[in-house]
């Protein structure tokens, strides 16, 4: 019997590639004698069931192993797009090179400008250390209150934009009232700048202080406005021949100034 089953088993593989229909069986039958089909069926059909299911894993496994290659091939292809798009490193050295010459320039610009800010601090300094010990900068006379520089000396740009800190502007005279008022205050022979110009045009004297034509003139000598040397633009009260006068001056030279206000600071 043994040798019979094994003559058989060696005659099956033939066979498992072979659908079990009925006449199969019956030549299978008529081979083996119903007692040996009877053994040997059962275990033809398993080994079939065995090959279905590797056949079967086998297409699960080239399926899966498929998609992994496509996976792979698309990837490969976003690598490659990536890499054309991604710029050339020269130009991307390029690039830092300018960023960093652009930030060397702005920390330049930012120097120069906390040093014109200290500068800035450093004439306040300058100014309140020659306004210390006088907390009445301004005093009323006749109906204003004036400021008048004895101290310190500029031209007639920087006079104005001192007034314009101290809240007030340069002397705005519009009358001999004032006018005498105002020159029984002032130290001789020190010149004053006061707020009449003819910076606009030629000849043309107006008031700083409103923008409109200035309201009082006492200029002297009678010569006085003479534009001596074609740069004389800015008003000024000098002394000479013992007394007060009203002159056009250089608007560079330091002079002393006035400053006038309505309220007191």
């Given at each position: 019997?043994?040798?019979?089953?094994?003559?058989?088993?060696?005659?099956?593989?033939?066979?498992?590639?072979?659908?079990?229909?009925?006449?199969?069986?019956?030549?299978?039958?008529?081979?083996c004698?119903?007692?040996?089909?009877?053994?040997?069926?059962?275990?033809?059909?398993?080994?079939?069931?065995?090959?279905?299911?590797?056949?079967?894993?086998?297409?699960?496994?080239?399926?899966?192993?498929?998609?992994k290659?496509?996976?792979?091939?698309?990837?490969?292809?976003?690598?490659?797009v990536?890499?054309?798009?991604?710029?050339?490193?020269?130009?991307?050295?390029?690039?830092?090179?300018?960023?960093?010459s652009?930030?060397?320039n702005?920390?330049?610009?930012?120097?120069?400008?906390?040093?014109?800010?200290?500068?800035?601090?450093?004439?306040?300094?300058?100014?309140?250390?020659?306004?210390?010990?006088?907390?009445?900068?301004?005093?009323?006379?006749?109906?204003?209150?004036?400021?008048?520089?004895?101290?310190?000396?500029?031209?007639?740009?920087?006079?104005?934009?001192?007034?314009?800190?101290?809240?007030?502007?340069?002397?705005?005279?519009?009358?001999?009232?004032?006018?005498?008022?105002?020159?029984?205050?002032?130290?001789?022979?020190?010149?004053?700048w006061?707020?009449?110009?003819?910076?606009?045009?030629?000849?043309?004297y107006?008031?700083?202080?409103?923008?409109?034509?200035?309201?009082?003139?006492?200029?002297?000598?009678?010569?006085?406005?003479?534009?001596?040397?074609?740069?004389?633009?800015?008003?000024?009260?000098?002394?000479?021949?013992?007394?007060?006068?009203?002159?056009?001056?250089?608007?560079?030279?330091?002079?002393?100034?006035?400053?006038?206000?309505?309220?007191?600071?």
């Open positions: 019997m043994q040798i019979i089953l094994v003559t058989l088993l060696i005659s099956v593989p033939p066979l498992l590639g072979v659908s079990s229909t009925c006449e199969k069986d019956a030549q299978l039958e008529n081979t004698g119903k007692f040996c089909f009877k053994v040997v069926k059962p275990i033809l059909g398993h080994m079939a069931a065995l090959q279905i299911k590797t056949i079967d894993q086998e297409d699960k496994e080239k399926s899966v192993l498929q998609s290659l496509d996976n792979i091939e698309k990837e490969l292809k976003q690598v490659k990536d890499k054309d798009n991604c710029p050339d490193q020269s130009e991307l050295l390029k690039q830092n090179a300018d960023l960093k652009k930030l060397e702005m920390e330049k610009v930012l120097v120069l400008l906390h040093k014109i800010d200290d500068e800035h601090d450093q004439k306040l300094k300058d100014y309140e250390q020659t306004f210390k010990g006088q907390p009445e900068l301004f005093k009323k006379i006749g109906s204003k209150y004036y400021y008048i520089e004895e101290h310190a000396t500029m031209d007639w740009y920087a006079a104005a934009h001192r007034c314009h800190q101290l809240g007030a502007h340069l002397a705005s005279i519009q009358n001999q009232k004032e006018y005498d008022a105002i020159i029984a205050k002032l130290s001789p022979p020190k010149f004053y006061i707020d009449v110009n003819d910076l606009s045009e030629e000849g043309e107006i008031s700083h202080t409103t923008g409109n034509g200035a309201a009082f003139f006492n200029w002297y000598p009678t010569y006085n406005p003479n534009n001596y040397g074609g740069n004389e633009n800015c008003g000024s009260i000098l002394y000479t021949d013992k007394r007060y006068g009203m002159n056009d001056d250089d608007c560079s030279k330091k002079l002393y100034f006035i400053c006038e206000t309505f309220n007191v600071k």
